[in-house]
Nanobody, 130 residues
């Protein structure tokens, strides 16, 4: 059974940091891409970051570049998203997702589509107060 179990998140003040975790099981972690997405009520889901475990490439949305860092611990089959210098506009539900990426797919496709992930975590709330 495929599982993506998220942890982390919470309420922080602007400028502070958080680390989100996405612990996976039930699939060959090294062959998968993991994406992080943010959902805000009334807005479309936004691709925040991704890591292609098959080649290590990463990508970020322009809004978080330089502040967020995605990393992968293959031994633990876990992906982390470190959020620094948080802003109120970073508030939202963050979800991780997993899928087998097409060969040589640009990371922008993994982040923004058109390509769909197969499995999703349960989501975790991040709230940044001003």
């Amino acid at each position: 059974e495929v599982q993506l179990v998220q942890s982390g998140g919470g309420l922080v003040q602007a400028g502070e940091s958080l680390t989100l975790s996405c612990a996976t099981s039930g699939f060959s972690f090294d062959d998968y891409a993991i994406g992080w997405f943010r959902q805000v009520p009334g807005r479309e889901r936004e691709g925040i970051s991704c890591i292609n475990n098959s080649d290590g490439r990463t990508d970020y949305a322009d809004s978080v570049k330089g502040r967020f860092t995605v990393s992968s611990d293959n031994a633990k089959s876990t992906v982390y998203l470190q959020l620094k210098f948080l802003k109120p506009e970073d508030t939202g539900v963050y979800s991780c997702a997993a899928g087998v990426p097409p060969p040589n797919v640009p990371t922008r496709i993994l982040l923004h589509g058109p390509w769909e992930y197969d499995y999703w975590g349960q989501g975790t709330q991040v709230t940044v107060s001003s």
